[in-house]
């Protein structure tokens, strides 16, 4: 017999009886859908999450930090020295395979005054080759050059930082205040000090004589919106903010005490934190783990989400092996209705048999049948699961915010379904029914002709 006799034989017999065939569909139906939403649920999560992290910071960064482990407790007598990342490491770690970019970081508080208004800020000394490669983008004006010296980039949000000292609405210290405000970062003069004090008065605050020292500084550039890491933060060049901030700190000092350290020898340069930028996100670990091996401790954000990764493939485990019991059920319906296809057809596949079918073909019949079964109702369950996925996505997202559970925005997803989903649902759903089918279709072929022909 040639296939498409076959195949429309198949079809025949479908439709003959529809209310069983129908009947058999739906359960294909629910179990394709079940698992398909189940799993797109998983997916949505870990895609939220990884969009979470992405917003703390770039996902190819280690950010590196001195080993407070390995720091030995001073003697007595002997002054206790803050461990750091020195540059002997840095250098080390520039060596690395894979390694782009590795930026010293220095951070420090200062104040600044535009105009009328007062802002506390921290300051990260930065190497300005490095911002590109740390993903750092302007929404105005320019990221950093080598040749900047009093030239600062500005974070999203750092207006929020400032205040009016002389508004009583306005918030005294540190912290941010949501009140409009009228100047602007590339435009207007900026004065910075690192003397905590300067700008007001109030009860309780201590009492300094000497005149604070500003700086004008220029404002270059706004970073783009898009990571809490930057948000509320200001970028110099690493040099010149270190040289500043010891400025301040040396002229804090008593006469002694500069001669103390005079004597002392010049200490080795050293920071509290560095930036380390791997080429790609699946090097990171790699990366990381080379770099604790200096000595020092590292961090990044590839670490956090390859754990929950693992956490999230299990929840996905769980939720598809809901869906898939679901799919079992309908699988044992499909062979449960070919088998009755056959006690009602026995006399049909003996007159087959006697008039020259090959058993083959009479096994493909039934095997045909139990797949468009199966790969009907896969089809028709992804359409459903579509329309769960956006009922989820829509009416869903709206009520978990009104509930109050976080889901605001209209990125959020509480359905994914990508492609590869959806071509698996279809394989499965035929592959389901064709393996129903076999055991079926086995017994139709191990009939015995003149018996079946008796058969009324």
Do not use: C
């Amino acid at each position: 017999m040639r296939i498409f006799d076959i195949i429309r034989m198949a079809l025949r017999n479908l439709f003959r009886s529809k209310v069983r065939t129908t009947l058999t569909v739906l359960g294909i139906v629910i179990g394709t859908t079940a698992i398909i939403i189940m799993l797109s649920l998983g997916i949505a999560m870990n895609v939220s999450y990884q969009e979470q992290m992405s917003k703390m910071g770039s996902m190819n960064a280690i950010t590196v930090y001195p080993n407070w482990e390995q720091q030995v407790r001073p003697k007595k007598g002997e002054e206790w020295v803050e461990p750091k990342v020195s540059q002997e490491v840095l250098d080390q770690i520039k060596l690395i395979p894979n390694v782009t970019a590795v930026s010293p970081f220095y951070s420090t508080s200062v104040k600044m005054e535009i105009g009328k208004y007062l802002g506390y800020v921290q300051v990260i000394g930065i190497e300005p080759s490095a911002m590109p490669d740390l993903n750092y983008n302007v929404s105005q004006g320019r990221l950093l050059t080598d040749d900047d010296t009093m030239q600062i980039v500005f974070g999203f949000n750092m207006k929020n930082q400032f205040y009016n000292p002389k508004s009583r609405n306005s918030y005294r210290g540190y912290g941010y205040s949501e009140e409009e405000k009228d100047f602007d970062f590339l435009e207007d003069k900026i004065q910075m000090t690192f003397d905590m004090s300067y700008g007001e008065k109030y009860p309780g605050m201590p009492v300094n004589n000497k005149k604070p020292k500003l700086y004008k500084v220029e404002g270059v550039g706004i970073l783009e919106d898009g990571s809490w890491e930057t948000a509320y933060q200001a970028y110099m060049n690493i040099d010149q903010l270190r040289e500043l901030d010891q400025e301040y700190k040396d002229s804090m000092l008593s006469p002694e005490e500069k001669k103390a350290k005079k004597k002392k020898k010049e200490e080795e340069i050293g920071y509290q934190e560095a930036k380390v930028i791997v080429n790609e996100i699946k090097n990171v670990i790699e990366v990381q783990e080379q770099i604790k091996a200096l000595g020092v401790n590292a961090y990044s954000m590839a670490e956090q989400l390859e754990q929950a990764d693992k956490t999230q493939g299990v929840m996905q485990g769980v939720l598809g092996g809901i869906g898939a019991i679901s799919l079992l059920v309908a699988a044992i319906g499909i062979a449960n209705t070919m088998i009755m296809a056959i006690y009602e057809r026995t006399r049909e596949i003996g007159i087959m048999k006697v008039i020259g079918a090959r058993l083959k073909d009479i096994k493909r019949m039934f095997l045909y049948e139990a797949s468009m079964i199966g790969l009907i109702g896969g089809i028709i369950g992804i359409g459903v699961s579509y329309g769960i996925s956006y009922l989820l996505n829509t009416v869903g997202v709206q009520f978990l915010g009104g509930m109050g559970m976080g889901m605001g925005g209209g990125e959020t997803k509480l359905s994914i379904i990508p492609l590869w989903l959806v071509a698996l649902g279809m394989v499965f759903s035929a592959v389901i029914g064709l393996v129903s089918g076999f055991f079926p279709a086995r017994k139709a072929t191990k009939l015995s002709a003149l018996s079946a022909i008796h058969t009324e």
